[in-house]
């Protein structure tokens, strides 16, 4: 009897054990699965940013399906706001289409009557070909053609500024000697420089070729020595042009002592129109676009411009240019270089 006893004991026991192992698995299953399902939805969503129709979410337990319904809720709205998003950032790009195109119009259209205005005051200028002219209606000729001549750069600064950001600016790249090109730069402005009783100095004296857009070059060069020019002391200014051979590319720069520049300027010294005299009285005249196009010609040849500079001491400005032509998986290399 006893051991008939204990054996039911034991069966009994075993088919208790089991059902309740059975049923905390399918309690446990009823659990694990929704959460699991609601998981994968959640992954689903952040990848896509869709609210995706799929199957209903399915459990006795009320603090999952309520869970379910809260994220449905948060999908909805997240989606409407990523459309609404969308929408807004289209507009934008529309309207600011619409500005470049308005701008470079605009810039088109002026720079066709300065063609006539410059040719007549250039002939007013010449004693022989209109006439001799008294002090005062040279003097004021002359001012005329000055601010002809602003115009006209302003004009250009503007068109070559839309190209840049159209991504339709063209660059003619060759063989390109840097001696010979440092050497054409020091010869263009060397009248210049003596006119404003400015030193202007090479530093280097080596044999490197590059394969770039030579008159691009330049016209990074003329900017930045233009905007040297304008700050160095007179006549006590020292402006220094030269470059480094950096193995797969080259680095140049323009030095001068003039008056420098805080932190806080050199951080937007490189924005579209920025300039760092913005009184009402300010001596200096400029677009505010030159070293902005000189950023984007730098960087449109696989190069990289930043500034150095001390206040009251002075100013260097760095460009670097790859020797070769690179593509744009290479480039994102070699910028790595560069800031290293």
């Not at 503007?158 to 840049?164: A, C, E, M």
């Not at 030095?255 to 805080?262: A, F, I, V």
Request: glycine fraction near 6%; hydrophobic fraction near 35%.
């Amino acid at each position: 009897m006893e051991e008939t006893t204990g054996l039911i004991m034991l069966i009994f026991s075993i088919f208790v054990a089991t059902g309740t192992l059975l049923a905390t698995v399918n309690i446990s299953r009823n659990i694990t699965q929704p959460i699991e399902k609601l998981t994968q939805d959640m992954k689903q969503f952040s990848a896509t940013n869709k609210a995706s129709k799929r199957t209903p979410l399915k459990t006795n337990v009320s603090e999952i399906f309520q869970l379910n319904e809260d994220f449905k809720i948060m999908e909805q709205r997240v989606e409407k706001t990523i459309e609404l998003t969308n929408d807004y950032v289209e507009k934008l790009k529309e309207m600011d289409r619409k500005k470049i195109e308005f701008s470079s119009m605009v810039s088109h259209e002026l720079k066709t009557p300065l063609v006539p205005i410059l040719g007549y005051v250039q002939m007013l200028q010449k004693k022989n070909f209109l006439g001799e002219l008294n002090e005062k209606q040279s003097d004021a000729v002359n001012e005329i053609h000055a601010a002809t001549i602003r115009l006209q750069r302003l004009v250009g600064d503007i068109l070559t500024t839309q190209k840049l950001d159209l991504g339709k600016l063209d660059f003619n790249k060759e063989e390109t000697n840097v001696l010979e090109l440092l050497n054409s730069v020091i010869k263009e402005f060397q009248p210049i420089a003596e006119e404003k009783k400015v030193i202007l100095e090479m530093n280097f004296n080596e044999d490197i070729c590059i394969f770039t857009d030579k008159d691009r070059i330049s016209q990074v060069f003329s900017n930045l020595i233009k905007n040297s020019i304008d700050f160095v002391p007179k006549s006590r200014g020292i402006i220094t042009i030269g470059a480094k051979d950096c193995g797969d590319f080259v680095e140049f720069l323009v030095r001068d002592n003039g008056s420098g520049m805080s932190i806080e300027n050199q951080k937007d010294i490189f924005k579209k129109f920025y300039q760092i005299d913005t009184s009402t009285s300010r001596k200096r005249s400029g677009s505010g676009l030159g070293l902005a196009i000189c950023k984007g010609i730098v960087e449109g040849l696989g190069g990289k411009i930043w500034v150095e500079s001390k206040v009251n001491e002075q100013t260097t400005f760095y460009f670097t240019i790859p020797k070769k032509p690179i593509d744009s998986s290479a480039k994102n290399e070699l910028n790595n270089k560069i800031s290293n």
